[in-house]
């Protein structure tokens, strides 16, 4: 029996880690510019030998230069950012789930994702610089969770993690507030559209200068909270039980949080607010391998990776121009979650 | 002794006292339930002695150390608490749950592994619930909850296990259970401190009593010796019988109340 389980969590990993690869690759063949998917695994299979120090085999370039660029300036990087988005949002949602003993929570709870978005409305409205957009979104939404976090600790209470919540819709609403001021304050030609479509989230922009500092990012965070996920079930029986269960609930708790805070505001910062992922897709995991959080953050991490790549390639390719990636995630989202449901064993009561 | 308290006071806002001049102490196979009226701060009292919260002042010694001065896995290892009910929110096999009993012994960045494992299906054995180890939590009754509790509190081998009104909410038959499964774990070596409302349960498996009214303890001893008529009417305020039953071979404790004819 027990070796029956642990060969199912095997069984689920693998596959799940297959798909990864396959959406990957998927992924990389599409697009408006067609190129062979021969062709695409050998500029691939070229750039990688042309990192290396020494050269392993000679592959002379039989195509134009136009397809290296697409495959390696834009798809590629693309790719990457939309699974380390899709999981980052998804680990730290999960784990949000088991801190706050809520299976509704969203990554943004604290109040990240507004501080986000009115962060990159103010860059949108002080300067036309990406770097700017993207700096001060990522800024705004620390600076957000910390306000949550300090407006907590002024109440003297036991139940911290529901004055955290409380703190977090406070400190939201505060900057859902601030972002309608941006847009009212906007050049409706200009600047409005560009915050509303920032809004709705995009990783058309994404460049592979971005890409370095956000992957460094999400990958270390998602490190420290695949170490500690044993824990975050003694975290998920509630603060007293876990206290004396000998679990150092405060400083589990802030580690927790900042990890998964610096996770969604570097998502958030290039992506900008895409919804849903962080929400559903712990749920999703949790069909597949029960409530031990153990198996949810890994599973969580692929099945984000996964579904927010598929998203986007819908995103960049169904139409001749873009659909904004906040939209699709829910629109297609929506449906698929509400058909799983019917196989009742979501994991939580 | 392991735990030994003394002059213990506690308050939420410095003013209003919700326990004080509370002392106890307690070593290896000994028993103490700790009786009285609602919000009297036997709960309170409780999560003070698992280091929950800080007393206002006096002092608690665990194994001769302060137990404000150890950290929460220090004294994870040496006391258990089993809490008054628990909201299931992620059903979680009853396997795993007790297994989470190991969480003081695992460093931060580690899971349990086959050795724990082991102490956790040693602990389901131990409290005869060896046919729910599958089940999810969230599906077993109020009452086997409780043994799960108790499980996964003896999964962290603790020196002292501290248990919050572990009968309450038991069926008639569950109460006995427990009880009996409380004094073999007192047997095995395992000092004991719990709170209830039956007075009459201290006849049941041998323990020492400390009846607790308007937040300090008004009488501590053997229940014989402490479970008298006066002391309870102190205590409730109502009349109690205590009685010796010839065909139960036990003193009984019961209120002294009549059904009231019109």
């Known amino acids: ?349 | 002794m392991i735990l030994e308290v003394s002059d213990a006071a506690f308050s939420y806002d410095g003013e209003r006292m919700i326990f004080e001049d509370i002392s106890l102490t307690i070593g290896k196979n000994e028993c103490l339930c700790i009786l009285g009226p609602n919000g009297t701060g036997k709960s309170t009292l409780i999560k003070c002695l698992v280091g929950l919260m800080p007393l206002l002042h006096g002092s608690i010694l665990l194994n001769g150390h302060e137990i404000g001065e150890l950290s929460r896995a220090d004294i994870a290892k040496q006391i258990a608490y089993v809490p008054q009910g628990h909201q299931v929110v992620f059903p979680f096999p009853v396997q795993e749950y007790v297994l989470m009993g190991r969480s003081p012994h695992i460093s931060l960045f580690s899971s349990p592994g086959e050795e724990d494992r082991k102490i956790a299906e040693d602990a389901i054995d131990t409290v005869g619930i060896t046919h729910l180890a599958k089940r999810p939590v969230s599906e077993i009754s109020g009452g086997e909850l409780q043994l799960v509790l108790i499980a996964r509190a003896l999964a962290q081998q603790p020196e002292v296990m501290i248990l919050d009104e572990p009968t309450s909410h038991l069926d008639f038959g569950n109460q006995v259970r427990v009880l009996r499964l409380i004094e073999k774990l007192a047997h095995e070596g395992i000092a004991i401190i719990m709170s209830s409302h039956f007075p009459d349960h201290s006849f049941i498996i041998p323990q020492r009593v400390a009846i607790m009214k308007d937040c300090r303890f008004i009488a501590v001893g053997d229940a014989d010796m402490v479970i008298t008529p006066a002391n309870l009417q102190r205590a409730y305020g109502i009349d109690v019988t205590v009685t010796h039953v010839e065909e139960v071979g036990r003193l009984i404790c019961v209120p002294s109340a009549c059904r009231q004819e019109k």
Request: net charge neutral; hydrophobic share 55%.
């Open chain 1, 1 to 349: 029996m027990k070796l029956n389980e642990r060969a199912r969590g095997l069984g689920v990993g693998i596959s799940l880690f297959a798909l990864v690869i396959l959406v990957f690759f998927v992924s990389l063949f599409m697009g408006r510019y067609a190129i062979e998917p021969a062709t695409v695994i050998t500029i691939l299979l070229s750039a990688v030998n042309d990192a290396l120090p020494f050269s392993l085999v000679d592959i002379p370039q039989t195509w134009p230069d136009v397809m290296n660029t697409v495959i390696l300036r834009i798809r590629l990087p693309r790719i990457c950012a939309a699974m380390l988005v899709g999981a980052g949002l998804a680990v730290s949602g999960a784990s949000f789930q088991g801190l706050f003993r809520n299976p509704l929570v969203s990554p943004s709870i604290l109040g990240v994702a507004a501080g986000a978005g009115f962060g990159a409305a103010l860059g949108i409205l002080l300067s036309d610089s990406t770097v700017a957009v993207q700096f001060l979104a990522f800024v705004f939404g620390i600076i957000s969770v910390t306000a949550t976090y300090m407006l907590s600790r002024v109440y003297k209470t036991t139940t911290t993690t529901l004055v955290l919540v409380l703190s977090g819709i406070i400190v939201g609403a505060f900057f859902t507030a601030l972002i309608s001021l941006a847009k009212y304050v906007a050049d409706p030609d200009e600047e409005l559209p560009a915050i509303v479509f920032w809004l709705m989230g995009s990783l058309a922009d994404v460049s592979t200068g971005d890409l370095f500092w956000v992957a460094t990012t999400i990958i270390a965070g998602s490190i420290v909270l695949l170490l500690i996920r044993w824990r975050i079930n003694i975290l998920a029986m509630g603060e007293d039980e876990a206290k004396s269960l000998g679990v150092n609930t405060r400083m589990m708790t802030g580690v927790i949080i900042v990890s998964a805070t610096f996770i969604t505001a570097a998502a958030v910062c290039i992506a900008g607010l895409v919804g849903w992922v962080g929400l559903v897709v712990p749920h999703i995991a949790r069909m597949l391998v029960g409530p031990d959080y153990k198996k949810i953050l890994p599973v969580s991490i692929m099945i984000g990776a996964a579904y927010l790549l598929a998203v986007d390639d819908i995103a960049r390719t169904l139409t001749t121009a873009e659909i904004p990636l906040g939209i699709l995630t829910a629109i297609i989202g929506a449906p698929v979650f509400a058909y799983l449901l019917r196989f009742r064993k979501v994991g939580w009561e």
